[in-house]
């Protein structure tokens, strides 16, 4: 007489894992973050017993939704609208639509995240915690980094370097050529006390360049930084100015830029005679400023070609492009003397 076979359920590769059955359903619904061991005693699991049911099918082979998600800071900024733009057209050229959300560093957030089933993620964030990239990651998501902060401590993702470390140095370069020595760098505001440390690329171009140049440095550093609002800032630079030769401003966005050099006006300095002024991002507004402000052109039709064309390497080959490049360029203007 034949033997017959039982049939393996969830319940026998929770047992073989060690694991509950909850999790072993998340691994193979592919819709909640666990844990890369448990994850991978989970698979092995279920390569030991046999168990081959379509959701794990699914969700070994990846369930293809042709959604892309972009994860950026400050949302409402011109940079990123402009970034999604051209990631938009070169996504929906190669058959996904691409979706923008805010950053809101929260397990639940990350955990939505794999719920939805996107089929990557790009993201392009100062303060979206390793350990979260980790868990889309784990979760097989394919995942490409904008570097704009130090990402060797992650592995798995794809990565695109776009330009900001450098950036800023060569505007450092810049100013001291045109005779600049005391130069200040204005830092992001924000309301949740987020702001930039040596992990952030522009903060750490500034902080190595000025000391590579030898360039002035006061007791307190040349930072302004720790503002919650635009107006805070303003007060900074204002008090700075009053209290300390300065003769350049570098602004970690056009808009940053825009904000201390109205400021240095109204205490009657001349842009560029006395103070001249460097932006970043190539704003619409850091053209309609008065005077208008050069600044540090991030290369963002070809960021956006390279990020949805990893994406769709790792989407459909599973393999991991390496690391690409693109260097800014600087845009002259009224700001520090061109014409």
Do not use: W
């Not at 894992?17 to 909640?32: K, L």
């Not at 053209?287 to 963002?300: A, D, N, Y």
Request: glycine share 6%; with cysteine.
């Amino acid at each position: 007489m034949s033997q017959k076979h039982s049939r393996v359920t969830r319940k026998d590769i929770a047992t073989e894992a060690g694991v509950s059955e909850t999790i072993v359903s998340y691994v193979m619904n592919n819709n909640r973050y666990v844990d890369k061991e448990k994850r991978k005693r989970v698979l092995e699991a279920v390569e030991k017993l046999g168990y081959r049911p379509n959701p794990i099918a699914r969700a070994l082979k990846g369930k293809k939704t042709n959604h892309i998600l972009f994860i950026a800071d400050q949302i409402i900024a011109e940079h990123f609208s402009l970034l999604l733009n051209e990631l938009e057209k070169n996504a929906y050229d190669l058959g996904y639509i691409i979706s923008l959300c805010g950053n809101r560093n929260t397990q639940q957030f990350v955990s939505d995240i794999i719920s939805r089933c996107y089929d990557g993620v790009i993201i392009s964030s100062t303060s979206f915690s390793d350990e979260y990239i980790r868990q889309l990651i784990d979760a097989n998501i394919p995942v490409v980094l904008l570097v704009n902060r130090d990402y060797t401590q992650i592995e798995g993702a794809a990565l695109i370097d776009t330009g900001l470390y450098e950036g800023i140095k060569e505007s450092l370069r810049y100013l001291s050529q045109a005779g600049c020595r005391n130069i200040i760098y204005i830092d992001r505001y924000s309301p949740g006390g987020h702001f930039s440390n040596e992990n952030d690329l522009r903060y750490r171009g500034f902080m190595e360049e000025m000391k590579r140049l030898g360039l002035s440095s006061a007791p307190e550093g040349n930072v302004i930084t720790g503002c919650a609002d635009r107006e805070s800032v303003a007060l900074q630079v204002e008090n700075y100015i009053q209290n300390h030769p300065v003769d350049a401003i570098v602004g970690r966005n056009d808009e940053l830029a825009c904000i201390a050099m109205q400021r240095a006006q109204r205490l009657g300095h001349r842009i560029p005679e006395d103070i001249k002024v460097i932006g970043f991002d190539n704003s619409t507004l850091s053209q309609l400023c008065t005077p208008s402000i050069t600044t540090m052109e991030i290369r963002r039709p070809c960021i956006a070609r390279a990020a949805v064309s990893m994406l769709q390497q790792m989407i459909e080959e599973h393999t991991i492009p390496p690391a690409v490049a693109f260097p800014t360029r600087l845009i002259e203007r009224a700001s520090t003397g061109s014409p």
